[in-house]
């Protein structure tokens, strides 16, 4: 019986290789173009052009010419030399997590390459290309990845949502990209700290590593901050199977606390008070818009605050000659007057004629009248029906200033519910 030799098999690198050839192949196919060229740059670009230079690819390592770091789609190319006037020059960018690898430029290409298909077409092989090149570059964080991408996996088969400070530290440890909910995580623990649009390990946080074994990578000192805000949601809390709210935060506005909770990155944030046991309320607004707006939600959802405002701000104008018996009251522009008659009370507007007021004090109210405001508030209401929308904008501002000194730290219990 003949013995063969088994065949070698194909390593990861060289699979990579054809792959990465085969994809430049079908983008200079679509557009027609007379020739291509691959230009990579960063880690492993020397080595990676030299492998896919040799399958016949005109690939070099240096920096993509005349395409904008931000593009985010195909850029027109400056004519070249041997170029028909009525054919186009293209560079399509390539970038993995944020970052950019380098780009696949395409000469000598139909104009029609640059259309919303084609452009999407394009756009979807470079993705794939930039993909495969940064899977396939040898790099200290491909063990932080691996346990990155083991993490996504267990969340199909367990419905807690994941430690967004533990894929925030990885994330961050890998120079990968960082969602504002791991943001948040790696902030309230002191593990990260964001400047701008940068996030960098503390000392706390790379000590952490550090006790951990693990070294980060070069990028983690300054990964950028994506935000998820554009990322698909779900409208509301009406789940085909009720979600497992996990609480992460707790927020502290005056003396009352609220546990801030989380199921997963496509559910809105919900609420209740600390160690209650009933329904979250849905936030509409997410850790992408900061805690200052989550704090001004969670007191106006929770205060009336526009009752609130009013008890706050109404004066009663002692200073003003009058030539009766009544009080005058002002909040901001908004001047109005109030009087006991043998029925009950009037009211008006400075200037117009008395009438009734509709919803009288009970007597209770009536018999301390200056240490009871809240029959001048019904005459404010009364002579002004639509003063919550007058004052919204006031009533807003005052919220924010309200939360100012609002405080978060961790959740002390991360139990789901």
Known sequence: MLQTEPTPPVSTASAAVMLVRDLCAMARVLTDAKRQSLILFGDGA??????????????????????PVAAAGPVVLPMQPDQPSDLVSIAVPLSDRGQMLGSLELHCARPESLSRRNGAVLCALADRIAKTLADAAPSGNAPL???????AALA?????????????????????????????ALHIAGLGQKTGDRMSLTAEGLAVLARSGV???????????VAIGDAPRRPSLAHATPPVWTPFARLTIGSDDFDIAEASDYDPI?????????????????????????????LSATQDVTSEFVKMHMIRRRDLPLDEV????????????????????ETRIRGEQWQPLRHPPAPAERAEPSRDRSHAIRALLQ????????????????????????????????SAA
């Open 156 to 184: 199909d088969h367990d419905n807690n949502a994941p430690s967004r400070l533990l894929t925030g530290l990885l994330r961050l440890a890998a120079g990968e990209p960082l969602s504002m909910d791991e943001v948040s």
């Open 215 to 225: 070294q980060p990578h070069p990028a983690a000192d300054g990964a950028h901050v």
């Open 46 to 67: 020397e080595a990676m052009s030299a492998a896919l230079a040799a399958t016949g690819l005109d690939c070099q390592a240096g920096a993509p010419k005349g395409i």
């Open 145 to 151: 990845r691996q346990m990155l991408a083991l993490i």
């Open 270 to 298: 919900v609420f209740r008070l600390a160690g209650a046991t009933g329904e979250w309320t849905e936030l509409r607004h997410s850790l992408v818009d900061g805690w200052t707006e989550i704090a001004a939600e969670v």
């Open 326 to 345: 009544a009080e005058i009251y002002e909040l901001g522009p908004l001047c109005w007057m109030l009087r006991e008659t043998e029925t009950g009370y």
């Open 383 to 414: 002579l002004w029906p639509d003063l919550p929308a007058r004052i919204d904008h006031d009533v807003r501002s005052w919220v924010h200033r309200m939360v100012a000194g609002a405080k978060v730290a961790p959740a002390t219990s991360r």
